[in-house]
T-cell receptor, first 116, second 112 residues
């Protein structure tokens, strides 16, 4: 597709359930980022991939959060045993070159996760 | 660490009014500065950026100047339109760091 695609757009999970959020970056983009955006806040960094390598996972809030990009294209963010504080919009972004911020990063529309 | 302080909204203006949204930052190292915009129902889009002191980023009539001495990157537009109604985020990134640090966003509502 023409842009970054995320699925599902909306997810409701019961507390304790596991969820998987998918990101399809723009074809050929080397860098991929995940951000978490709580209601009324700016996005906060979770993790960064360069191709299939996860180079920075310093923003993952707990070991319940796990991300992968096994073939250097599609990425999945998994949250185990969801809790109410995990409710947020999860944003994926990709950019063409490694390092990312010397070129434009393109964001998907996000997945809104609600934990009930 | 890096942080961004952004003026709180919502900001409500009449069409053709002058817009300023203030943004200041603290950073380790020499940051690149960005403004992103989120239109209703859409993803974040890069609006403009500046990578060194005194650079001016501009796009769609919006401008922001990298002021190192005041650690600021205020967004301005001389005459806003209803179509500019959106949430605006100031953000920074340092060196080869992979992550953006965002402000909390400012909602702009432009009325006829």
């Amino acid at each position: 597709g023409a842009g970054v695609s995320q699925s599902p757009r909306y997810k409701v999970a019961k507390r304790g359930q596991d969820v998987a959020l998918r990101c399809d970056p723009i074809s050929g983009h080397v860098s991929l980022f995940w951000y978490q955006q709580a209601l009324g806040q700016g996005p906060e960094f979770l993790t960064y991939f360069q191709n299939e390598a996860q180079l920075d996972k310093s923003g993952l809030p707990s070991d319940r959060f796990f991300a992968e990009r096994p073939e250097g294209s599609v990425s999945t963010l998994k949250i185990q045993r969801t809790q109410q504080e995990d409710s947020a919009v999860y944003l994926c972004a990709s950019s063409l070159i490694a390092g990312g911020w010397n070129t434009e990063a393109f964001f998907g529309q996000g997945t809104r996760l609600t934990v009930v | 660490g890096n942080s961004v302080t952004q003026m709180e909204g919502p900001v409500t203006l009449s069409e053709e009014a002058f817009l300023t949204i203030n943004c200041t930052y603290t950073a380790t190292g020499y940051p690149s500065l960005f403004w992103y915009v989120q239109y209703p129902g859409e993803g974040l889009q890069l609006l403009l950026k500046a990578t060194k002191a005194d650079d001016k980023g501009s796009n769609k009539g919006f401008e922001a100047t990298y002021r190192k001495e005041t650690t600021s990157f205020h967004l301005e537009k001389g005459s806003v339109q209803v179509s500019d109604s959106a949430v605006y985020f100031c953000a920074i990134a340092t060196g080869t760091a992979s992550k953006l640090t965002f402000g909390t966003g400012t909602r702009l509502q432009v009325t006829l």
